[in-house]
């Protein structure tokens, strides 16, 4: 205990520094997970059969292992940053894939028939009626891959990422079991306050009348 | 205002749903298309505002090919009910009304007076705008449905079987609604349902199909009393050719004009007097001028005697009435269904003129049983 208080007594700044880092390259990840899955996620309830196709090969990748895929960046992308997050990113899709398909999906066909019927244009149907509907689906999607991303972003540090991972191997390495608990504890303690926040955020976004019906 | 022209729809794997039909109707009409499960009577409607596309021929609206109009501005101009009602849940009443208005890009306040405005004609108070469609119940729903596609005063509105899935006496009283509503603005309807009655009830003419094919389309006088072949008249049921016998058409004709009233400022004493005298169980409750007022029976009487003194104070006010130029179709409809005893029948300044008692039917019963034997003989 006593080690690490002098830890972070000697090396504050360069700890926030880690953070930084780590909330960088998993929120990166996630961001461009969302911006791809989402959209993508709403073409495939389109497509019905290319759905099953496209949601198979995303859960063969989900099985990689983790380190495996990082490794696998480096011939490619080289060191750092970049390769963490597009490994990081991949695994991101398909939670956040999987759950807009099925919020999607699950929307009254009776709705959409009668937005169809109103006039509405597939985009107008999109964004007043299957995403409001099917948000609080897709949210519960991008909150679980972005947990898992701030863990898994751990691993980022070994191929120079940097990020909170960076303690935990030095202290693998170096035998200091209070340099791995320094990187290891605050990751648990942004995981949980970060899916605090998008809990949140899913209550922000979730229109007020679905957030009644679903209480009731 | 609407033309079929030989219009045609064949599925994919050669089922045909609808087959060469030629049908014109006129602005301000209310058309029911009826039929078994099945004969094209949904496929047909959808096909005018394509939601479901033609294989062959030419629908027009005013004489414009539908099939050369943007189907999303073509949907705006129409109007468009559900069974299943499709209010979305996450918006307000409001919301759901002026949905149409908002694809429209109209503002937000004169969004926010054309649903008030719209809100009257339902007898539904403003302060429903701001509530939830699941805070509401099935029948007030529909009503919204109903106005929401009224909203941005489409000319023309398609109903699929729109009150299907209400429960009988709030489907009975939606339609009222509805009929006096459409025949209030004018609007065209066409409405697809499945049963007879709502169709007799509401439809200025009816289109019956089977198998995709056209059988009959007329009124419903004239489908009643000349049935096109034993599949209309299956279709449309004994019972109701019975009560389409054309020498009974106004309740007039049928009423008894004798009955027995009370004016409000007599004592409950003086009224079971009158109960006794004439052999009756209720006794409808006129003014000086015979307006109509209400009805007392002896039931309540039983219970209010010892608390009130007059007639007037338990005069009970809602109540079944028709009008003297009610079709007995429809009273002896409302009579069965709803289970009442009588109807009092009014004037058009609601002076009451007669009343149509349980007794009343055994009269149309006997005459058209015993009445047409006599006519084939």
Same mark, same amino acid.
Not at chain 2, 86 to 91: I, R
């Given at each position: 205990m006593q080690d690490i208080i002098l830890f972070f007594q000697n090396n504050w700044g360069e700890f926030l520094v880690k953070v930084w880092e780590h909330l960088y390259i998993s929120l990166i990840a996630g961001m461009l997970g969302i911006l791809v899955a989402v959209p993508l996620g709403i073409v495939l309830t389109r497509f019905k059969r290319g759905a099953s196709f496209v949601m198979g090969v995303l859960s063969v990748i989900q099985t990689f292992p983790s380190f495996a895929i990082l490794a696998f960046f480096i011939p490619l992308l080289g060191v750092g940053k970049v390769p963490a997050i597009v490994a990081l990113f991949l695994y991101s899709v398909l939670p956040i894939l999987r759950n807009t398909y099925t919020g999607v999906r699950a929307v009254d066909p009776n709705l959409l028939e009668a937005g169809k019927g109103m006039g509405m244009t597939v985009l107008e149907r999109i964004w007043h009626v299957e995403l409001p509907l099917a948000i609080p689906v897709i949210m519960a999607g991008i909150r679980l891959s972005i947990v898992y991303l701030i863990g898994w972003a751990t691993l980022a540090a070994f191929i120079g990422? &940097? $990020? +909170?991972g960076d303690y935990i191997f030095s202290g693998l390495n170096n035998y200091q079991p209070e340099l791995i608990l320094v990187g290891a504890i605050p990751v648990t303690i942004i995981a949980l306050l970060v899916d605090l926040l998008l809990g949140k955020v899913e209550i922000g976004v979730t229109p007020k009348a679905i957030r009644k019906i679903k209480e009731a | 205002m609407l033309t079929f022209d030989h219009v045609s729809k064949v599925y994919e $794997? &050669? @089922? @045909?749903?609808?087959?060469?039909l030629s049908l014109h109707f006129e602005k301000g009409e209310f058309i029911c298309f009826i039929g078994p499960s099945g004969c094209g009577k949904t496929t047909t409607m959808k096909m005018i505002n394509r939601l479901i596309e033609p294989t062959s021929g030419q629908i027009l609206i005013n004489g414009e090919d539908i099939m050369k109009k943007d189907p999303v501005k073509l949907r705006r101009e129409i109007g468009y009910v559900i069974q299943q009602i &499709? +209010? +979305?849940?996450?918006?307000t009443i409001q919301e759901n009304i002026t949905l149409v208005l908002k694809l429209l890009k109209w503002p937000e306040d004169k969004r926010k007076a054309r649903a008030q405005e719209l809100l009257k004609l339902v007898d539904m108070t403003p302060d429903y705008l701001e509530r939830y469609p699941h805070e509401l119940s099935g029948g007030q729903q529909q009503r919204i449905g109903v106005l929401r596609a009224l909203a941005a005063d489409q000319p023309l509105i398609l109903m699929d079987e729109p009150f299907g899935a209400l429960d009988p006496i709030t489907r009975d009283a939606l339609q009222d609604e509805f009929k006096k509503l459409q025949q209030k603005l004018g609007k065209t309807i066409v409405f697809v349902t499945h049963d007879m009655d709502e169709a007799i009830k509401l439809a200025d003419r009816i289109v019956i199909m089977r198998d995709g094919q056209l059988v009959q389309c007329d009124t419903p006088d004239e489908i009643l009393r000349n049935p096109a072949d034993e599949f209309v008249e299956d279709f449309i049921g004994k019972d109701r050719l019975v009560q389409a016998r054309p020498n009974i058409q106004a309740v007039e004709q049928i009423m008894s004009r004798t009955p027995v009233t009370i004016t409000p400022d007599k004592t409950l004493q003086e009224a079971i007097q009158l109960m006794k005298e004439r052999r009756v169980d209720s006794l409808l409750v006129v003014d000086e001028t015979n307006l109509l007022l209400g009805y007392v029976d002896i039931e309540s009487i039983d219970r209010n005697r010892k608390k009130f003194q007059l007639v007037g104070d338990i005069t009970e006010k809602s109540f079944l009435k028709v009008e003297q130029q009610a079709l007995v179709r429809n009273t002896v409809r409302q009579i069965l269904k709803r289970g009442v005893k009588y109807v009092p029948v009014i004037d058009e300044e609601g002076r009451l003129v007669g009343i149509v008692t349980r007794a009343s039917l055994v009269d149309i019963v006997y005459d058209s049983i015993w009445g047409e034997e006599d006519t084939v003989q």
């Open positions: 990422a &940097g $990020g +909170l | $794997g &050669g @089922k @045909k749903a609808v087959n060469d &499709g +209010l +979305l849940p996450h918006m």
